[in-house]
């Protein structure tokens, strides 16, 4: 398809993932947030390698350009968190978006997962119906689970069964 290889984060992506991440947030989106802000960034292991969790990255030419991770929140459902994909490799020609969601979903139907679910704010317009194509239905904030990880600055809220 193209030379991203789609892979599980490994010890040494860190820089790569907050290279990716830091930008679109703050740049192109205006998000006043640090790295500190995110300190799952700095223990992804721990915070997304764990139960029925993950995290992979998008890598093409040993850089990361994409990421997404599942954050285990028990009763076998999980949230979709730090779904980013660099500008120069987005849109239907490069599939990375796409292939990052199918990489996650076939971990979550895997383990047993029963459903996804994740927040995102009102500027991500593209991200919404990215995720409403895929399957998503956009739920209230009240229909959350009492264990779903909410950040602060998350206004729209999707789920996804398995």
């Known amino acids: 398809m193209s030379d991203i290889v789609i892979r599980a984060f490994r010890p040494g992506d860190e820089q790569g993932v907050i290279g990716v991440i830091l930008p679109i947030q703050r ?11 995110q300190p799952d960034l700095a223990a992804i292991p721990d915070f997304y390698q764990s139960g029925k969790g993950g995290f992979w990255v998008a890598v093409k030419d040993r850089h990361v350009v994409g990421t997404i ?14 779904m980013f994909v660099a500008a120069e490799v987005r849109g239907k020609e490069f599939g990375v978006a796409a292939r990052l969601l199918d990489t ?15 927040g ?35 206004t729209k809220f999707y789920l996804r069964t398995i």
Do not use: Q, W
């Open 69 to 82: 991770g599942l954050k285990d929140i028990g009763g076998d459902e999980a949230a979709l968190r730090k």
């Open 27 to 37: 740049e192109e989106f205006g998000v006043a947030i640090t790295a500190a802000d």
């Open 120 to 154: 995102t704010t009102d500027k991500f317009l593209a991200a919404h119906r990215f995720y409403e194509k895929n399957g998503f239905v956009e739920i209230a904030a009240e229909d959350l689970p009492a264990s779903f990880p909410r950040m602060a600055v998350d």
């Open 104 to 118: 996650l979903m076939a971990h979550a139907s895997n383990a047993g997962l029963k459903a996804i679910i994740l």
